[in-house]
C-alpha cells in the first residue's frame, strides 16, 4: 500500500516543474526581495530603517509623481476605453463596406514599439513638427507637446487596442438569444444595452481596462520622451537610479517598490470586483451583425476607417523621416536621401546585431520554458506547478525599470556577477516577456482532451515521451505564436534594457532614445524603420505561409 502510494504520488513532471519555478525564483522573486530588502535598509548602519519611504512621502517631488503617474493611468485608461470599447461594437454588431480592413488595422498598433510612435508624434507635434508648423501658419496654435498633452494623447492611441481586442471578443461571446429575449419581452434598445449587454460585458470591460492601466503605469518611454517637466514612477525611478550610481541605492529601491506596490493593490481590487461582478451563460450563437446602407453605411465605414487610418499615422511618419535629408536637428522635409539608412546599417550596424541576438536567446529560452510551463500549469495538478502558476505572472506587475534595477541589485556582486553582461540582458527579456508567450501557448492546451496523452501512456509510452509525441505537434501553431510574440515584444524592449546595458550593447530602441533625446530624429527615424520591419516580417511570414492567426478577434 505505501509502495502504491509512493508511486501515485510521485510524478515525473515534479523535476521540469521544480526547474522552471527555480528560474523563477532566480530572476523574479530573488530581485524582488532583494529590492525591498534594499528599500528597508539603512547603508550606513545596516539595520531596519523607514527612512527611505519616510523621505519619498516628505519630498513633494516624490509625492507628485506618484499622483501623477495614477492621473496617468487613469486618463490613459478612461480614453482607451472611451475609444476602443465602442470600435469594436461598431465592427462586432454592424456590417459595412471595409469593416475587414477596419477590424483588422488596429492590431498593426501592436507591433509598433512605443519609443517609434512617441517619436513619430514628436516629428508631426512637437515644437518643429510638420502638423504644428503648418498649422500655426494658418493661425491655428496647438497645447505644448511635451507634457500631460503628448503623453496621454500618444499613449491613449498607442494603447486603445487592448480594449478593442479585448471587447470585440466579449461582445462575440455573448449568446445572442438573451439579447434577443430582452427585446421580446418588450424592452427598448437603450434599456436591453443597460440592463443585459453592459452587465455581461463589466467583467472583460475592467479586465481589459486595468491591462491598459498597467501598461501606462509602466511605460517608461513616452514619459521620458514626451513628459517634459512632469514627473512619473517609472522616469522618476530611472533618473534616481542615475544619480544614485556607485553611491547610497535607497532611493531607487523605494521608487521601485512604490511602483511594484501601486501596480500590485490595482491587480488585486480589480481581480476582486471582476470576481463579483462575473456572468457565466450557456455558449449560444452570437448576435448577428445588422448591415449598415445608405447614408448609415457611409458614415460608418468613413468614421471607422479614418480612426483607424489616425493611429497609424506613426509608422508612416518614421518612414518619411528615416529618407528624409537633415542637417543636424533640423528635418528638410520634401528632400530624399540614402544617407540615415545607409548610416544605420554600414556605419553603426552594432544596435541592429545587439538588438537581434538578444531577441533569439531570448526567444528560443521564452519559448521552450512558456512551452513546459504551460503544459504543466494546464494539465498538471502538483504542488509546485500551483506556485509556478503564482510566480509566473508576477512579472506583469514589475515594470521593466524596476526589474533592471532588481536584478542588478542582486547579481552586481557575490558568487553570481551578471551586470555588465549580455545575460543579465536576455534574462529581463525573458522574465519581461515569457508571462505573455505563457497565455498564448497555453491556449491550445484546453481544448486537447487528457484521454489522447493518457491513451499513450497506457499504451507503454512514458510520460515524457507522450508530451513529446503527442502533446508537441498538436501545441505546435501556438509554440511558434509564443515564439513571434517574443521575438516582437523582446524587440521593442526598452525599460529593462535602459538601465541594464553597457558600453558595446546599445540596442535599437536604445540607440532610438539617445539619437531622440540629442534631437537627430531623421537618424532616429533609420533605426525604427528596421525595428519595424525586423518585427513585422515576421509576423508577416507567419500569418502568411504558417497560417498563424497571431491577432485573432474572433
Not at 493661425?139 to 494603447?159: K, R, V
Not at 465605414?301 to 509608422?315: D, E, Q
Not at 506556485?387 to 547579481?411: E, F, K, N, Q
Not at 501553431?477 to 529593462?496: F, H, K, R, Y
Request: hydrophobic share 55%.
Amino acid at each position: 500500500m505505501t509502495e502504491y502510494a509512493t508511486k501515485r504520488r510521485w510524478s515525473p513532471w515534479f523535476i521540469p516543474a521544480l526547474f522552471c519555478l527555480l528560474v523563477l525564483v532566480a530572476l523574479v522573486l530573488w530581485p524582488l526581495a532583494s529590492l525591498f530588502y534594499q528599500s528597508a535598509i539603512d547603508p550606513q548602519t545596516g539595520q531596519a530603517s523607514l527612512k527611505g519611504f519616510r523621505l519619498f512621502f516628505d519630498n513633494p517631488r516624490y509625492v507628485e509623481a506618484f499622483f501623477n503617474t495614477i492621473r496617468l493611468g487613469a486618463i490613459s485608461t478612461l480614453g482607451t476605453v472611451l475609444l476602443g470599447a465602442p470600435l469594436a461594437y461598431i465592427v462586432a454588431r454592424y456590417d459595412f463596406p471595409g469593416k475587414t480592413l477596419v477590424a483588422l488595422l488596429p492590431l498593426a498598433t501592436i507591433v509598433l514599439p512605443d519609443i517609434v510612435v512617441s517619436q513619430a508624434w514628436l516629428m508631426l507635434l512637437g515644437n518643429n513638427g510638420i502638423a504644428r508648423l503648418a498649422l500655426e501658419s494658418i493661425g491655428i496654435d496647438l497645447p505644448n507637446f511635451y507634457g500631460w498633452f503628448g503623453m496621454t494623447f500618444t499613449l491613449i492611441l498607442n494603447d486603445y487596442t487592448y480594449v478593442y481586442i479585448g471587447m470585440l471578443a466579449a461582445l462575440k461571446a455573448i449568446d445572442g438569444t438573451i439579447e434577443e429575449a430582452a427585446v421580446n419581452l418588450g424592452a427598448s434598445n437603450f434599456r436591453r444595452a443597460m440592463t443585459v449587454t453592459i452587465p455581461v460585458l463589466v467583467p472583460a470591460l475592467l479586465i481589459n481596462a486595468m491591462i491598459v492601466f498597467t501598461l501606462a503605469v509602466d511605460n517608461f518611454s513616452i514619459p521620458m520622451i514626451l513628459g517634459g517637466r512632469v514627473d512619473v514612477l517609472s522616469s522618476l525611478t530611472y533618473t534616481t537610479f542615475l544619480s544614485e550610481m556607485g553611491g547610497n541605492p535607497t532611493m531607487q529601491s523605494v521608487l521601485a517598490v512604490v511602483s511594484v506596490v501601486l501596480v500590485g493593490f490595482v491587480l488585486f481590487i480589480q481581480k476582486r470586483i471582476v470576481e463579483r461582478k462575473t456572468y457565466q451563460m450557456q455558449q449560444g450563437r452570437a448576435p448577428l451583425a445588422v448591415r449598415a446602407t445608405g447614408l448609415g453605411a457611409v458614415i460608418l465605414t468613413l468614421s471607422a476607417m479614418l480612426f483607424v487610418a489616425f493611429s497609424m499615422i506613426p509608422a508612416v511618419i518614421v518612414l518619411i523621416g528615416a529618407f528624409t535629408k537633415a542637417s543636424g536637428p533640423v528635418m528638410q522635409y520634401g528632400t530624399f536621401t540614402l544617407e540615415n539608412m545607409e548610416r544605420a546599417l554600414r556605419n553603426a550596424p552594432e544596435p541592429i546585431i545587439n538588438s537581434l541576438m538578444l531577441a533569439s536567446v531570448a526567444s528560443i529560452a521564452g519559448t521552450c520554458f512558456a512551452t513546459v510551463a504551460s503544459y504543466l500549469i494546464v494539465k498538471k495538478r502538483l504542488w509546485v506547478v500551483s506556485a509556478l502558476d503564482y510566480v509566473v505572472m508576477l512579472p506583469l506587475a514589475i515594470s521593466g525599470t524596476v526589474l533592471g534595477i532588481a536584478l542588478i541589485h542582486t547579481y552586481n556582486s557575490g558568487m553570481i556577477v551578471l551586470t555588465g553582461t549580455w545575460v543579465i540582458m536576455a534574462s529581463a527579456y525573458f522574465v519581461r516577456k515569457v508571462p505573455f508567450s505563457i497565455r498564448s501557448a497555453s491556449a491550445s492546451l484546453y481544448s486537447i482532451p487528457d484521454s489522447i496523452e493518457e491513451a499513450s501512456i497506457n499504451l507503454g509510452v512514458s510520460p515524457i515521451a507522450s508530451f513529446f509525441k503527442v502533446v508537441l505537434p498538436v501545441m505546435k501553431p501556438a509554440i511558434l505564436g509564443a515564439a513571434i510574440l517574443m521575438w516582437v515584444t523582446s524587440l521593442a524592449e526598452i525599460s529593462a534594457t535602459i538601465v541594464l546595458y553597457y558600453g558595446g550593447m546599445e540596442t535599437m530602441p536604445i540607440q532610438m532614445f539617445r539619437q531622440i533625446d540629442a534631437g537627430y530624429l531623421a537618424r532616429a527615424s533609420a533605426y525604427g524603420v528596421i525595428l519595424m520591419v525586423v518585427i513585422i516580417v515576421p509576423v508577416y511570414l507567419a500569418v502568411r505561409f504558417l497560417k498563424l492567426d497571431l491577432f485573432s478577434s474572433r
